[in-house]
């Protein structure tokens, strides 16, 4: 009687449904106790928090506009990744943070972010702010001199992040990641998972 008893409370434990946490393409960070909140300016002026973007997956990467590789690649990469999402698409927000307030703009972040897609959003901070909103999100940037004063590059991290729509701070995506597989990962978390 034991073991029929045991085997229908399992079976029924089975047919419940458990819940079984998402798997990732990408690294799972949801433990991580920093990168909670920003304040920075978009490039139309106004002022920006992570709570702006509650309800929405939201994808945070830092660069800059100069750069040559890692921040073209990674902003097409989401454009393409917002193309495979379909409808999905208006509930995900891009945002471009630039690691040098100094060349970049808010009238050139204007002209460069919404030219791999019009919903981007290229966003600033003083100066004198970015050291601790980098220390925040643990992003490493380094400027190099240039032949001139003004060709400098900057060396940066090159991975994004990734917020579920309550604002949570969730994934790491590696710079080069397919955009199939952001885009599966980006679903799951729309889907709350």
């Not at 798997?23 to 433990?31: M, R, Y």
């Not at 943070?97 to 600033?124: C, I, K, M, N, W």
Request: one cysteine or more; charged letters at 20%; aromatic letters at 8%.
């Amino acid at each position: 009687m034991k073991t029929i008893t045991a085997c229908m409370l399992c079976l029924a434990l089975l047919l419940t449904g458990c819940d079984t946490p998402p798997v990732f393409k990408s690294t799972d960070i949801s433990a991580v106790s920093w990168g909670k909140d920003f304040t920075l300016t978009d490039h139309t002026g106004k002022v920006r928090h992570l709570a702006d973007f509650k309800g929405q997956a939201v994808v945070l990467f830092f660069g800059y506009t100069q750069c040559p590789d890692v921040c073209p690649t990674t902003l097409a990469a989401m454009r393409d990744v917002l193309g495979i999402l379909g409808t999905d698409a208006s509930r995900v927000q891009v945002l471009f943070v630039t690691l040098d307030p100094e060349r970049d703009t808010a009238a050139l972040l204007a002209q460069y972010t919404p030219q791999f897609h019009p919903s981007f959003l290229g966003l600033r901070s003083d100066e004198a702010l970015l050291p601790a909103l980098a220390k925040e999100f643990k992003i490493f940037y380094a400027k190099q001199p240039g032949t001139t004063p003004t060709t400098y590059t900057v060396d940066h991290s090159t991975g994004s992040y990734a917020f579920d729509p309550q604002g949570r701070l969730r994934l790491l995506l590696r710079h080069g990641e397919a955009p199939a597989n952001i885009a599966a990962d980006l679903k799951l978390l729309l889907a709350g998972k």
